[in-house]
């Protein structure tokens, strides 16, 4: 829990001398010497209790950018674990049904990493669940677990596969992945006439969750990809995301009945 990086050698050397002498623990030892603070300590500990089981990312391929699925303790999972409180004040994975959650764009092209940790956060908390590459502008997902898919979610849109061969495992526990598939030609065209969240909603599997990542893209698409989701996350830079185009998403969303869940500012 101690990173023993952060403490000079000597401490380090104090460290060990006194689990010589007492047989305590690192943590232990860093505590009893005031090495650390034992609220801080306490506080690391809860963080990685609710973590749940942690990945070796060198040893999965998963990308670092995941911080989630490594790191409890870096900013990111820290305050994507706050978003997570809130939008289970909405959402109830114990229900025997697909809770599903948009995140779009607003002049920002983050939304695959912040998908990829939020996903990766709610598989933590035990239940199954799946994250969507819906971003099919720039897809990311599939390299960002280090996964390989040959259908996807465009192949739900077109009725090209069975449903479940669109699924592939990652090396998260309890996530599986929908990578974005191949391209198609008349995309708009087809997220208007087959609703990728009803498509979700009938896998077979049991998935309690399904973070879905709509990109930077055109209004029109966001708004027809989150058709029938729980709600939206809207995804803006301070002083870099044009307000007209909140102000266009919001209304192709109410169009479609989609309720806007809250936003996040990624800078």
């Known amino acids: 829990m101690v990173d023993a990086t952060a403490l000079s050698e000597e401490d380090r050397d104090r460290i060990a001398q006194y689990q010589t002498r007492t047989g305590a623990s690192f943590n232990t030892a860093a505590i009893d010497l005031g090495l650390i603070d034992p609220d801080a300590m306490r506080q690391a500990l809860m963080r990685h209790a609710e973590a749940g089981q942690l990945i070796d ?51 920002t092209d983050d939304t695959a990493g912040v998908a990829a940790n939020l996903a990766t956060l709610f598989a933590q908390l035990g239940k199954p669940g799946i994250v969507v590459d819906a971003n099919f502008d720039a897809p990311a997902q599939d390299a960002l677990f280090g996964v390989a898919a040959d259908e996807g979610a465009t192949s739900l849109l077109t009725g090209g596969s069975v449903r479940e061969n669109c699924v592939v495992e990652t090396p998260v526990p309890n996530l599986d992945l929908i ?30 969750f399904a ?56 800078r």
Do not use: F, H
């Open 57 to 107: 990312p060198d040893a999965t391929g998963v990308d670092r950018a995941v911080v989630a699925a490594y790191a409890p303790d870096d900013p990111l999972s820290i305050k994507l674990r706050e978003l997570r409180s809130s939008l289970l004040t909405v959402l109830d994975l114990n229900r025997d049904a697909l809770s599903v959650v948009v995140l779009a764009g607003c002049g």
């Open 179 to 208: 990578a974005a598939g191949a391209a198609i030609s008349g995309l708009s065209e087809a997220v208007e006439r087959v609703s990728l969240v009803e498509q979700l909603r009938a896998l077979r599997g049991g998935y309690r």
């Open 211 to 266: 973070i879905v990542d709509a990109g930077n893209q055109p209004a029109d698409i966001v708004a027809a990809i989150a058709r029938g989701a729980d709600g939206v996350l809207l995804l803006a830079e301070r002083r870099q995301t044009p307000m007209e185009s909140v102000r266009v998403l919001m209304d192709r969303l109410t169009a479609n009945d989609v309720p806007v869940l809250g936003s996040v500012l990624v």
